[in-house]
């Protein structure tokens, strides 16, 4: 099948300088939008964040705050654990950590 047009075949000799380039450039993203900044501190300052506080603190609906969670999730920044009905949310600090050293490279 033809790739579309300005796709791009993922090179197979970067190794491992390709993944970590693809990271902060997906962290950068999330962090871009400065209200997905804002819930990340408010993460980062507890050990574990509530959904539902989450949700009392920001003025926005629960599926826009779906989305900003689903989003610090996919590039790493948070891991989200369910329990029963409520959903708990941490802050991976080993992986914020890594984006800033590669960004302290620059």
């Known amino acids: ?11 197979k000799t970067k190794g491992p300088t390709a993944r970590p380039k693809r990271e902060v450039l997906a962290i950068t993203r999330a962090l871009s939008d400065p209200r997905r900044f804002e819930i990340l501190q408010n993460i980062a300052a507890k050990s574990c964040a509530a959904c539902s506080d989450l949700r009392s603190t920001f003025p926005i609906t629960a599926a826009t705050l779906s989305h900003h969670l689903k989003e610090l999730e996919s590039c790493g920044l948070i891991e989200t654990t369910r ?5 708990d949310v941490t802050f991976c600090r080993q992986a914020w950590e ?3 050293a590669e960004l302290n490279k620059i």
């Not at 329990?83 to 959903?87: L, Q, V």
């Open 1 to 11: 099948m033809p790739r579309p047009s300005g796709a791009t075949t993922p090179s």
């Open 83 to 87: 329990r029963g009905k409520f959903i």
């Open 98 to 100: 890594a984006y800033l």
